[in-house]
Structure formats: structure tokens, C-alpha cells
Nanobody, 114 residues
Framework: EVQLQAFGGGLVQPGGSLRLSCAAS????????MSWVRQAPGKGPETIST????????WYVDSVKGRFTMSRDNAKRIVYLDMRSLKPDDTAVYYC???????RGQGTLVTVSS
């Protein structure tokens, strides 16, 4: 059974930083492309970043490019999302997702507000 648990969210002021983590189990993590998806209140899900199975390459949606960095530790089975220069528009529940199957677990809420 695929299990994905994101954590590290919270309340942060505009311009602040957060690091999200997602622990994975139940599948061959090192062989899977992974993504972070977020869903803002009242909106549909949005894929914001994707990383290759070996972590050598990543992609970002324009709205977070230059501010967010996705990485992974295959030995620990964790993907990370380092977020800086946060904006109120970044407020959302953040999920990690197995890119090809769209399996996702429990997300973590990020609220950017003063």
C-alpha cells in the first residue's frame, strides 16, 4: 500500500520560509518520479514541482520558480520542498504525489499571512 505523509506546514509571514517533507513507503521510492501538488482554498489541485527518480533534475511551475526547491533523499525515502519568499498566494494544502500514478497521501497546510 502506497503511503505518503507530508509535514512541516504552518503559519508563516509573507517573505518567510518553510521546509516541507514527505515520507514515503509501500512502493519502490527510488524508482519513481515524484511531485508536489498544492490545492488552495476553493481551487483545484496544481502541480508545482516534479523531480526525477534519481533527483538529478527538477521542474517548477512559473509561479514558484526561483523561490521553491524540490529535492529527495532516496536512502531516507523522503522528498523535500524548500520554500522561500513566501506569498499569500502560496497558501494551500501541499501534497506529495507519485507522479505517474497520482497516488497521494495526507497533505500539510501552509498559510502565508501577516
Amino acid at each position: 500500500e502506497v503511503q505518503l505523509q507530508a509535514f512541516g506546514g504552518g503559519l508563516v509571514q509573507p517573505g518567510g520560509s518553510l521546509r516541507l517533507s514527505c515520507a514515503a513507503s509501500g512502493f519502490t521510492f527510488s524508482g519513481r518520479v515524484m511531485s508536489w501538488v498544492r490545492q488552495a482554498p476553493g481551487k483545484g489541485p496544481e502541480t508545482i514541482s516534479t523531480i526525477t527518480a534519481d533527483g538529478s533534475s527538477s521542474w517548477y511551475v512559473d509561479s514558484v520558480k526561483g523561490r521553491f526547491t524540490m529535492s529527495r533523499d532516496n536512502a531516507k525515502r523522503i522528498v523535500y520542498l524548500d520554500m522561500r519568499s513566501l506569498k499569500p498566494d502560496d497558501t494551500a494544502v501541499y501534497y506529495c504525489v507519485v507522479t505517474t500514478t497520482r497516488d497521494r497521501g495526507q497533505g500539510t497546510l501552509v498559510t502565508v499571512s501577516s
